[in-house]
């Protein structure tokens, strides 16, 4: 393995644990957002930006062979991530059963279904967290057996 293959497969792995870590971050302050049924631009930023990140999950496994000197960086997406679950678990209704957003961010019954984009949004902010929850798992494991632990 070449020295260009090695900053690549660092690179990588650093540069997708960075974008997962910044989409949770966004989903983390989604409660705090006002639901206006007019007003879906936080639903539609979210979904861009979580389909960028299921594009970027392959590149945290690229990582794997250098696993114990960049672990440490999946702790905060993997704490983050964990949160972001119980924050997207009730959207589950909007995908399921085609409930408008607001009404499950806000509790109040709506008039209006979701879109089909918006019927989309929680699976793929479910893809997100499951599979980075699954790539951090597989890093520590890596590290661990690295480490003969």
Known sequence: MGTSEIFFRIGGCLGGWLIVT????????????????????????????GMLASLALPLLALGRPWAQGIRWIAVPAMLLLLRDAL??????????????????????????????WQRLWPWVQ????????????????????????
């Open 126 to 149: 479910m893809l997100v967290v499951v599979g980075g929850l699954a790539q951090a798992i597989r890093l520590w494991r890596a590290s661990l057996r690295l480490s003969g632990a």
């Open 87 to 116: 924050v997207v678990w009730p959207y589950l209704e909007v995908g399921l059963q085609g409930v408008h957003p607001c009404e499950v961010h806000s509790g109040l019954p709506m008039a209006d279904l979701a879109d089909r």
């Open 22 to 49: 910044g989409h949770a971050l966004i989903l983390a302050v989604l409660p705090r957002v006002e639901c206006e049924p007019g007003q879906l631009d936080p639903w539609r930023g979210t979904l861009v930006m």
